[in-house]
């Protein structure tokens, strides 16, 4: 899967193989997206890659850099198959070029091929060109409340 547009030379993939570059991508975006989260190490992203419902997207540059990375969760609840998307996070180096925007087409087009019939995902109001690309690609915000309740594991 790629982004159709071929958009400033962004191709999207679901990642299969996980090694040393994709590791190191890891490395270099996560703490772009949480300050209090760590970096998946290659047990974890492996783990990630294998669980079945789980779509790793990585979008890269022509030089196989990667650029980016979505998180597509799938689930059959009674009412259906859903989707959500989390852990969407593009290298601040590389904003402004499109990635974004490709890895969500890229996961409504996995999602839509899974046979779900939501995709969800929550945004920081502070996260401003997020949120207007969230619109644009057709997303509403919903009334409702989203709950967390910390496991404190």
């Known amino acids: 899967m790629s982004d159709p547009s071929g958009a400033g030379g962004v191709t999207v993939t679901a990642l299969e193989e996980v090694g040393p570059d994709e590791v190191a991508a890891f490395a270099r975006l996560i703490p772009q997206l949480s300050r209090s989260s760590p970096p998946p190490d ?28 979505l998180t597509l969760v799938t689930f059959r609840i009674p009412t259906g198959m859903r989707a959500w998307i989390e852990d969407v ?10 990635v974004g925007d ?10 839509r091929a ?17 949120n207007r690309l969230y619109q644009r ?17």
């Open 42 to 69: 290659e047990a974890e992203l492996r783990e990630i890659v294998d669980t079945p419902g789980n779509v790793l997207l990585v979008a890269r540059d022509e030089d196989g850099t990667v650029l980016g990375s």
């Open 114 to 130: 899974r046979g779900c019939k939501t995709v969800d995902l929550t945004s920081r109001p502070s996260r401003e060109a997020a």
């Open 137 to 153: 690609l057709g997303f509403e915000a919903r009334e409702t409340n989203v709950y967390r309740y910390e496991l404190g594991t």
């Open 102 to 111: 490709a890895l969500n087409r890229a996961a409504l087009d996995a999602a």
């Open 89 to 98: 996070v593009v290298d601040g180096e590389a904003r402004g070029r499109g």
